[in-house]
């Protein structure tokens, strides 16, 4: 799962627009929009090769850089009754992720992932809450421990460091865990990819935690074919733990998606990436719209 998966939830700013007569049930509603940035977690445990979330187990070598500049434009659009009647929710979620990454052995790299976050909900046209900050980061280590015949193994765990503020809805508040297993399977024009992450996440705010699992799990499975050596085109499906536990407008357990997009590079050193994510099921956020820059060195 994403240390680069892994993520979005925690109190949101407390700028509730209060209506008449549902005052109550307004700030319950600004507690529990935590799937917002929280819905980023197990995105954050678990950087992949943008636009994947299913991660490859290629490494840079010893002594390379990698920088890579992720963006990514999240929405939800539905509507549900919560207990006081039927409301049209938006939701709309900017997240820019630098991640850095060093080789310290052929095969054996260290990642630090940044997540800057801006988040926005409306009800029924009206701003109920509104977060713009920096959001918790990751730090990993991948190892690749097998390589033969095509087929390579490796483990991805990190740690989710709290740099975020819980209380505008943009962290958890305390340290959490992960570890993703990770196949890759190389065959001329084409490479299948697959992952088996999970996630430990611990919340400060009680409320937080009383609104959101604690233990997060992603299956996905991935490919990408070359139409030429500079460019490849990719896709994936995927299933993983909704983090929300009661959120009326993503109900259900796990959230199923399914992304297609392309890498372009110019250069071997340079990719280029866009793509497109759908989710298959109510358990996902809508939709999102992906782009990024890799650079090597």
């Known amino acids: 799962m994403q240390v680069s998966e892994a993520g979005e939830r925690n109190m949101l700013e407390r700028n509730v627009h209060h209506r008449s ?9 600004s507690l529990t929009l935590a799937p917002c ?42 509507t549900a009754d ?24 052929e095969n054996l790299d260290v990642a630090l992932g940044l997540n800057h976050v801006r988040q926005r909900v409306t009800e029924n046209g009206m701003v109920i ?25 490796a483990l991805k765990p990190g740690l989710l460091l709290p740099t975020g503020d819980e209380n505008r809805g943009l962290g958890t508040g305390k340290p959490s865990w992960g ?25 400060k705010l009680q409320q937080d935690a009383d609104d959101n699992r604690v233990d997060l799990w992603r299956v996905s499975g991935g490919l990408a074919y070359s139409v030429r050596d500079d460019l490849r085109l990719v896709g994936e499906v995927g299933v993983r733990t909704n983090v929300a536990r009661h959120d009326p ?3 259900g357990g796990n959230g199923q998606f399914a992304m297609l997009g392309a890498i372009y590079s110019p250069t071997g050193k340079i990719d280029l ?25």
């Open 37 to 78: 940035a929280l819905y980023l977690v197990p995105c954050a445990l678990g950087w992949a090769a943008h636009p994947f979330i299913t991660d490859d187990t290629g490494t840079q070598g010893t002594g390379n850089w990698q920088l890579e500049l992720q963006a990514e434009r999240t929405q939800l659009d539905r």
């Open 249 to 251: 407008y993503l109900p």
């Open 82 to 105: 919560a207990g006081a009647g039927p409301v049209e929710q938006r939701r709309k979620i900017t997240v820019f992720t630098p991640v850095l990454t060093y080789g310290l052995l």
């Open 273 to 297: 990436d866009v793509g497109f994510r759908k989710s298959l099921n109510h358990a996902e956020l809508d939709w999102a719209v992906l782009a990024g820059a890799t650079f090597r060195w």
């Open 21 to 29: 007569g549902i005052l109550r049930h307004c700030f319950k509603l």
């Open 179 to 203: 570890v993703n297993f990770i196949a890759t399977y190389d065959a001329k024009s084409w490479t299948f990819l697959g992952n088996v992450a999970y996630s430990r996440v611990r919340y």
């Open 129 to 153: 809450a509104d977060a713009d900050g920096m959001a918790d980061s990751a730090l990993e280590l991948k190892w690749r421990f097998h390589e033969a015949d095509g087929l390579s193994l």
